[in-house]
DNA sequence: ACCTGAACACCGTTCAAGT
DNA sequence: ACCTGAACACCGTTCAAGT
């Protein structure tokens, strides 16, 4: 409790200032936020006025709204990374991708409203957050690092390249139409059913059952 | 010229008043706009102060903000899939997903903003525009006719629709990623490059290479 | 160093009132 | 019927001033 020793004027605890870490408090005020009103409604006013404090405070913290976003993106694709990690260790080698899938999938539908913060246009502008050009980076090496393993491709080559685009496409794209209400999902559909249609697609259009075989 | 001929008082023209078809003209200027300011900070006061209107006058052709931008959504779905047709069309079977993947990825670059706010949440809650979900659902019924009719399935059949979540997947999957620079791109890489690229990761990862790429 | 108050230039939306 | 003026409740951002 008695935090500062230097404390040489006045009473020792001071209630009506807010004092240190409001860095951690505003961003976790608005990622707790986020998920409720969306990333275009989020106003850095209304974060400000739910933990107590002006709206200029947040000022001192961040260059701008878009600059705290930034910073929520960026966590957001930490998590993400570790999602996909952790299920692609523990997955059998032959069914990583569908695994990866799994775990990707399943993150952007547990957090549709970060992940549309992530990948959308809402903290253009920012990138100055320097956690953001990482972690986003870390998450396509992963993606990567995992298409690699499991393709038994040379990592860094064309092919592994190529393969891990079309990976990153599979996953988002799959997320993105999914949380934008954009399918038209069959009701009762569950999450993995889902992805395991889309991967059963794109096995039809470009596996050997029956598409391009001229048998 | 002489509209009205009812007109009982007052002097024939009324240049004071801007007359009528308000909606077109709102629709249109919003849609230049767009592509300048992006579906965010796209405002009707701006697009009414761009055609000289006041900012309420908006309000007796749309519901909303998010009407106009639906009517917006719903003209983009209407082109996107005029864009697909048209190349799907003159393409030589076998080469069809490809020629459909080109056609939706360029309308996507060529129309970043448009696209952004088809696919955005900018305007959810919206869906009243008639004309939207009609506009949508042509443009999935269409991708599934291209994708049905490249791969012989029978059109309805489970395969079908699979493989028809597969190809939206795909298109939306990287111009989504290309639209939002979310990529890496490497430099100096043409749209049709980009695409066949993704083409060639998803051969590469989901069985035979070369389904119908070039050579 | 950290925060506030007040201001500026914007928003979307509503509603009485004008023509 | 169609449009305006003025107002309301919001925004992001800045800046002098307080502690």
Redesign the interface.
């Known amino acids: 409790m008695k935090t500062v020793a230097k404390a040489k004027t006045r009473t020792v605890d001071r209630p009506t200032y807010h004092v240190g870490h409001l860095d951690t408090l505003l961003l976790d005020a608005a990622r707790a936020m986020l998920e409720e009103v969306?990333?275009?409604k989020l106003s850095l006013r209304a974060v400000s006025a739910r933990i107590g404090v002006s709206p200029a405070a947040a000022y001192h913290h961040f260059d701008s709204r878009a600059s705290l976003l930034g910073h929520l993106a960026a966590q957001g694709f930490r998590e993400l990374a570790v999602a996909v990690e952790e299920r692609a260790a523990t997955a059998a080698p032959g069914s990583l991708?569908r695994e990866a899938a799994l775990a990707y999938f399943r993150f952007a539908c547990r957090n549709p409203c970060l992940y549309?913060l992530m990948?959308?246009?809402?903290f253009i502008g920012d990138e100055s957050a320097v956690g953001l050009a990482d972690a986003?980076?870390r998450s396509?090496t992963l993606v990567q690092a995992v298409?690699a393993k499991d393709?038994g491709?040379e990592p860094g080559s064309g092919?592994a390249?190529?393969?891990?685009?079309?990976?990153?496409?599979?996953?988002?794209?799959?997320a993105?139409?999914t949380i934008?209400g954009?399918?038209?999902r069959p009701e009762g559909l569950t999450d993995d059913q889902l992805v395991d249609?889309?991967l059963?697609?794109?096995?039809?259009?470009?596996?050997?059952?029956?598409?391009?075989?001229p048998a």
């Not at 990948?119 to 809402?122: I, V």
């Not at 059963?200 to 075989?213: K, M």
């Open positions: 969306g990333p275009a991708l549309q990948f959308g246009p809402e986003r980076t396509f298409i393709s491709l092919g390249r190529s393969a891990a685009l079309a990976g990153w496409v599979l996953g988002h794209g799959l993105s139409l934008q954009r399918l038209e249609r889309a059963q697609g794109f096995a039809i259009l470009f596996g050997s059952s029956g598409v391009s075989g």
